[in-house]
């Protein structure tokens, strides 16, 4: 059976994207999910009042965050925040690191082969690696370069038997409509090398976001949505 950290979305092992432009939230809603899942709560609960059941159960498992975008004091207290609102004990294994050095260049197998041996020695399920531009090296995005980096994620993934999510940005619209996948930002190659991508929207200021799978290997994810409170 295939095993899920979070109930029907997250299988283990996968590799899975969470996009859309900057403001969207993207980023919190995981460190959410990760707090979640390192605490084996539930995710997403129901609002007060709300009757009708919106939580997806997860599986307590050992997380690592990776950030290279939001910064140290941002990181610190946005797990720091969520850990006390989830009542999180001490010693909840949800592990985090900010900026660090040296930087994770995920072009490069020997950087990629370090990453592994961290998060096997610890026994992480779930990796967050906030974002794909900023750890893909001197690759391209938008070309064949990213080929071996998508590649060297997917060994990641195979190799350690965890789930890697990482967060990316969505393409900027050029007046045409065309499949949901396309928005995702640069080569093809990215996409393909997926089990799973979110699409993350949200009305500018607005409390509430959309999620939408825009692609998936295993079940199907119906559009879902959250709401900051």
Same mark, same amino acid.
């Given at each position: ?6 109930? =029907?979305?997250?299988? @283990?092992?996968?590799?899975? &994207?969470?996009?859309?432009?900057? +403001?969207? /939230?993207?980023?919190? /809603? ?14 997403? %609960?129901?609002?007060? =009042? ?16 990776? $950030? ?8 610190? $207290?946005?797990?720091?925040? *969520? ?5 999180? %004990? ?6 985090? !690191? ?5 930087? /994770?260049?995920?072009?490069?197998? =020997?950087?990629?082969?370090? *990453? ?11 990796? @967050? ?10 690759? $391209? ?15 990641? @993934? ?5 789930? !890697? ?7 900027? +619209?050029?007046?045409?409509? +065309?499949?949901?996948?396309?928005? /995702?930002? +640069?080569?093809?190659? &990215? ?8 699409? @993350?929207?949200?009305? %500018? ?5 959309? &999620? ?18």
């Amino acid at each position: 059976p295939v095993e899920y950290l979070v109930g =029907g979305l997250l299988a @283990v092992p996968s590799l899975a &994207i969470v996009y859309g432009p900057p +403001g969207c /939230l993207k980023s919190f /809603l995981m460190a959410d999910l990760a707090a979640s899942v390192a605490g084996g709560l539930p995710w997403l %609960p129901p609002s007060p =009042g709300m009757t009708t059941p919106t939580s997806r159960p997860t599986k307590k498992a050992p997380v690592l965050w990776l $950030d290279f975008d939001n910064g140290k004091r941002r990181t610190a $207290d946005r797990f720091d925040a *969520l850990g006390k609102a989830k009542n999180l %004990p001490k010693e909840t294994e949800l592990y985090y !690191v900010s900026m660090p050095s040296p930087w /994770l260049d995920a072009s490069d197998n =020997g950087a990629m082969t370090d *990453l592994l041996n961290r998060i096997t020695a610890r026994s992480v399920k779930l990796v @967050v690696i906030d974002n794909l531009g900023t750890v893909s090296g001197k690759a $391209d995005e938008n070309s064949g370069d990213m080929i071996p980096v998508m590649s060297h994620m997917r060994r990641l @993934v195979e190799e350690s038997g965890a789930t !890697v999510v990482i967060l990316h940005h969505e393409r900027k +619209g050029n007046g045409t409509i +065309g499949r949901a996948g396309e928005t /995702l930002r +640069g080569h093809s190659s &990215i996409e393909a090398s997926l089990d799973l991508a979110l699409l @993350v929207s949200r009305d %500018p200021h607005a409390e509430s976001i959309e &999620i939408k799978s825009t692609k998936t290997r295993d079940i199907d994810v119906p559009d879902f949505g959250a709401t900051f409170t």
